[in-house]
């Protein structure tokens, strides 16, 4: 099987292995085992870390829901977050809920498309034209997530019509619709009830 997958965690398993889990757009949560990922010399997997987007072969057993990753193809890098300390712990809180909340065989594409387009801009240059901040990053991520699972109330009017522009921002990158600061912080505190509401395990993200 083959599909792209952005890592959310690694962890090293038995003497050579590396346990990976990451979240593909049409496979849901992927839980991987690396055979020789950690070996110097030889290893099949050399760009196996955090907060990459592959591409992987990789194949399942009936038994089990680990799968075993067979390659790895690295296409876009957001490494860079790590130079932002702030950047980086929000992005591991963001990795913990996904981890936390999602499930193997439950296709997410809006939510992997918006996770890629937040990662993108946490990696950026700060200050950037254009750059989203953390509280709009948690918003666009959280709307995504929640619609995408059936979570999000539906809302008619303006209110509708603002939250479809900032879904479609977050999905395909796109300019974000204009409002104030305040107003952020308003959509921010409404998706932090109804995930509290609807039970899901979060964890506080600093500033968001």
Request: proline letters at 6%; a negative charge; one cysteine or more.
């Amino acid at each position: 099987m083959e599909t792209d997958c952005v890592i959310l965690e690694k962890r090293p398993c038995q003497e050579s292995a590396l346990l990976v889990r990451a979240l593909s757009p049409d496979a849901g949560r992927l839980d991987l085992m690396a055979h020789g990922a950690q070996k110097i010399s030889g290893s099949s997997f050399p760009v196996v870390d955090l907060f990459q987007e592959l591409a992987v072969e990789y194949s399942m057993s009936e038994k089990s829901q680990l799968g075993n990753l067979k390659s790895a193809e690295l296409k876009e890098d957001f490494s860079a977050v790590s130079g932002q300390p702030k950047h980086l712990i929000f992005a591991g809180r963001i990795a913990r809920f996904l981890l936390d909340n999602t499930q193997p065989d439950i296709p997410l594409p809006l939510t992997f498309d918006t996770l890629v387009n937040v990662l993108r801009h946490l990696s950026a240059a700060p200050g950037g034209a254009g750059v989203w901040s953390m509280m709009q990053c948690a918003v666009l991520f959280k709307a995504a997530f929640l619609y995408e699972n059936g979570l999000l109330p539906e809302v008619d009017g303006t209110k509708g019509e603002f939250l479809e522009q900032l879904m479609d921002a977050g999905i395909n990158n796109d300019p974000l619709p204009e409002c104030s600061q305040a107003y952020w912080r308003t959509l921010n505190g409404w998706l932090n009830s109804l995930i509290e509401y609807h039970q899901l395990k979060k964890r506080k993200e600093p500033g968001a």
